[in-house]
């Protein structure tokens, strides 16, 4: 059974830079067709995709956060990790990792890890 | 505000059918994208329960089932139960924006 798991800080100051780790387990994350992506929920709020990459590193994200994310894939350990520059508040969120499908027009989200909540304050 | 629309909250007594709708517009479920949902029990992450509108993953009950029309897309559930109480989230692609969601749908089991 495929399992994701986040992993980082809690914590974070404004106007730092947010990282987080996803280390993938009973699968490889070099499967083709499969995107690996992050997802964020702000307290009481909805979902907002972030972004996602392939095994190859190939990435795309939102175009709403794009000038800050930076999306990256290690093989050799089965993880891939998030970058998110100068948070504010607003950042304050849920952070999940998920296995991607973007494949054949389908454009899904078909495993999650349990998520990390990052709280943004000094 | 989102891409897809939701509305906020349904509710339904035990037994009884709701459906919820998600509509979006001709860039995304107008343009021929699919359409996916999510369930999001409390506390929980979510977790994939309707894919291409109508596909179930292995283990979701029949119960829940999902249609295409036009630029809109539903999600139904039969004989509800308390366990379906949960936060609902439509999904798709857009053309301009990329992966999108719904805003969610909060269901309340009477």
């Known amino acids: 059974q495929l399992q994701l798991q986040e992993s980082g800080p809690g914590l974070v100051k404004p106007s730092e830079t947010l990282s987080l780790t996803c280390t993938v387990s009973g699968g490889s994350i070099s499967r083709s067709d499969y995107y690996w992506g992050w997802i964020r929920q702000p307290p009481g709020r909805g979902l907002e995709w972030i972004g996602s990459i392939y095994y190859s590193g190939t990435t795309y994200y939102n175009p709403s956060l794009k000038s800050r994310v930076t999306i990256s894939v290690d093989t050799s350990k089965n993880q891939f990790s998030l970058k998110l520059t100068s948070v504010t508040a607003a950042d304050t969120a849920v952070y999940y990792c998920?296995?991607?499908?973007?494949?054949?027009?389908?454009?899904?989200?078909?495993?999650w890890g349990q998520g990390t909540l990052v709280t943004v304050s000094a | 505000q989102s891409v897809l629309t939701q509305p906020p909250s349904v509710s339904g007594a035990p037994g009884q059918r709701v459906t919820i709708s998600c509509t979006g517009g001709s860039s995304n479920i107008g343009a021929g994208y699919d359409v996916h949902w999510y369930q999001q029990l409390p506390g929980s992450a979510p977790k994939l329960l309707i894919y291409?509108?109508?596909g179930r993953p292995s283990g979701v009950p029949d119960r829940f089932s999902g249609s295409r029309s036009g630029t809109s897309a539903s999600l139904a559930i039969t004989w509800l139960q308390a366990e379906d109480e949960a936060d609902y989230y439509c999904?798709?692609?857009?053309?301009?924006?990329?992966?999108?969601f719904g805003g969610g749908t909060k269901l309340t089991v009477l």
């Open positions: 998920a296995r991607h499908l973007r494949t054949g027009g389908r454009y899904l989200f078909d495993y």
């Open positions: 291409d509108y109508s």
């Open positions: 999904q798709s692609y857009d053309s301009s924006l990329r992966e999108v």
